[in-house]
Nanobody, 127 residues
Framework: QVQLVEAGGGLVQTVGSLRLSCAASGRFFGFYAAGWSRQGLGKEREFVAANSRSGLSTYYAASVLGRFTISRDVAKNTLYLQMGSLKPEDTAVYYC????????????????????WGQGTQVTVSS
């Protein structure tokens, strides 16, 4: 199994930036497809970014395309979400997730498909 721990959330003003990190332990992160989802107060969980085990195939939700970037640091066994041009509607708890993929090029965009989750980190964007 892999354990995931997010960090980097906080309070930021509109159009500001934050970088979230998700440190993996227990197993090499390169074995997994991974992604970031978020859940705002009273909202359904939304998957905002995902990438394949290789990191070469990526997905972004339309709401964050062009503003968020998902990446991995293999040496640090860590997944990142660089967030820019933040808006109040980006306010949510952000979770990283991992899944053993069927094929190395696969990524997954449904929360139900993921096997491992971090505890979440709060991001608040003030207007």
């Amino acid at each position: 199994q892999v354990q995931l721990v997010e960090a980097g959330g906080g309070l930021v003003q509109t159009v500001g930036s934050l970088r979230l990190s998700c440190a993996a332990s227990g197993r090499f992160f390169g074995f997994y497809a991974a992604g970031w989802s978020r859940q705002g107060l009273g909202k359904e969980r939304e998957f905002v970014a995902a990438n394949s085990r290789s990191g070469l195939s990526t997905y972004y939700a339309a709401s964050v395309l062009g503003r968020f970037t998902i990446s991995r640091d293999v040496a640090k066994n860590t997944l990142y979400l660089q967030m820019g041009s933040l808006k109040p509607e980006d306010t949510a708890v952000y979770y990283c997730a991992a899944k053993t993929p069927i094929y190395s090029g696969d990524y997954y965009v449904s929360p139900d498909e993921y096997d491992y989750w971090g505890q979440g980190t709060q991001v608040t964007v003030s207007s």
